[in-house]
């Protein structure tokens, strides 16, 4: 390795506890480019830059965390323009007016510090659009257009783009599907790891009033009793406090009705994988949870409540998500049925070769890298 070293800076990535599936992507990131600097012969460091810094989980003496004022997007710059080079994931699924405006001008601030401070940028791994509002659509494509790199996680992106970025952009894995974690031996009881979604489970904002999604959690548990199944409610949004989008909340008092083990107060994604990992069967509404699943080997039924699932997972080929929008509560248990029993070694074979096709698009990713990383 030359003496050179690369300061590497992550924005729209988070190293901070609380929601785990932005840390699964700042730790999928950091391997990425730990693979990228050892093929080119470079040292590394990496500066995280993240607007609130909450009990960080960073393990790497190679990274550090650095905290933005997102209301001075002029100092902000400054902070970035030491930097060699920025990668720019906007928290995986926040680059859309699809959460509103007011979240994507937040998001846009952060953009418009990465362009004032002259350092060269890559749009890391993730998903664009939808974009409902023209202006939105304009402004994300004119700040895309000035990246070195364009990186999806699935191919439905491609939409929200103009013809010049579609034909810039690659389409790669989500990088939680990369995230390290401890392998740790299966349960003695065959045992289905449950991700209940706080926020869908205590608002229909989302999903709207149609959607019975607290009565499907209720259906689920007491369908895999019945069953005889061991239920391990596993939550991957945590925080102390009782807001409305956590789901260790909600855990805690599902497992008190039902009789389950309580739900572990992990503090780690890598520990959250690991015990996923454990399990012989998993059922998410985190995207990231079920992502952690497939990606240690588990056999797992995802249930959307975006379009980000479905993209996802269709572009590694592994097509067993359900939309919560569309799949009625009896068709998801049904499913449910069929996949833990008749159908289990089938959707075993799945998630090894949905495996396989990630570890190729991985090795895409860290050779775009690297030779993004000669230019500069």
């Given at each position: 390795m030359s003496n050179r070293k690369i300061k590497i800076g992550l924005v729209g990535h988070s190293y901070s506890r609380g929601n785990f599936g932005l840390c699964a992507l700042a730790f999928g990131e950091q391997l990425a480019i730990e693979k990228a600097c050892a093929e080119v012969g470079v040292d590394y460091e990496i500066i995280s830059f993240e607007a609130g810094i909450n009990d960080p989980c960073n393990d790497s003496p190679k990274v550090t965390i650095e905290e933005i004022d997102l209301r001075n997007v002029f100092k902000t710059a400054r902070q970035l323009s030491k930097c060699?080079?920025?990668?720019?994931?906007?928290?995986?699924?926040?680059?859309?007016?699809?959460?509103?405006?007011?979240?994507?001008?937040?998001?846009?601030?952060?953009k418009i510090a990465v362009m004032l401070s002259g350092v060269p940028y890559i749009a890391a791994p993730q998903t664009y659009g939808p974009f409902y509002k023209g202006w939105i659509r304009m402004l994300s494509n004119f700040y895309l257009s000035k990246a070195k790199g364009i990186y999806g996680r699935d191919e439905k992106s491609g939409k929200a783009l103009t013809k010049e970025n579609i034909n810039r952009m690659k389409s790669v894995a989500d990088l939680g599907f990369a995230m390290p974690y401890a392998i740790v031996p299966k349960r003695q009881q065959f045992t289905v790891g449950l991700n209940?979604?706080?926020?869908?489970y205590q608002s229909n904002e989302i999903l709207g009033n149609d959607c019975a999604y607290k009565e499907l959690c209720h259906e689920m548990i007491e369908l895999l009793k019945e069953k005889g199944y061991e239920v391990l409610l596993i939550p991957h949004v945590l925080n102390e406090n009782k807001t409305i989008d956590n789901d260790y909340h909600v855990s805690v008092q599902l497992?008190?009705?039902?009789?389950?083990?309580?739900?572990?107060?992990?503090?780690?994604?890598?520990?959250?994988?690991?015990?996923?990992?454990?399990?012989?069967?998993f059922i998410?509404?985190?995207?990231?949870?079920?992502?952690?699943?497939?990606?240690?080997?588990?056999p797992t039924l995802p249930l959307a409540y975006s379009r980000k699932f479905e993209g996802v997972f269709d572009s590694i080929g592994y097509k067993r998500t359900l939309d919560l929008k569309r799949a009625s509560n009896q068709v998801i248990l049904s499913a449910i049925s069929t996949m833990t029993d008749k159908d289990y070694d089938k959707v075993k074979a799945d998630v090894m070769r949905a495996n396989q096709?990630?570890?190729?698009?991985?090795?895409?990713?860290?050779?775009?890298?690297?030779?993004?990383?000669?230019?500069?």
């Open positions: 060699d080079l920025i990668f720019d994931i906007t928290g995986g699924d926040s680059f859309s007016d699809i959460y509103g405006v007011k979240l994507f001008v937040v998001n846009y601030m952060i209940v979604n706080g926020l869908l497992s008190a009705e039902y009789g389950l083990e309580k739900p572990a107060f992990l503090k780690n994604p890598k520990d959250v994988k690991s015990l996923i990992s454990s399990c012989h069967f998410g509404s985190r995207m990231h949870a079920t992502i952690g699943a497939v990606s240690s080997g588990v096709i990630v570890s190729e698009k991985m090795n895409i990713y860290i050779t775009e890298i690297s030779s993004i990383l000669q230019t500069i």
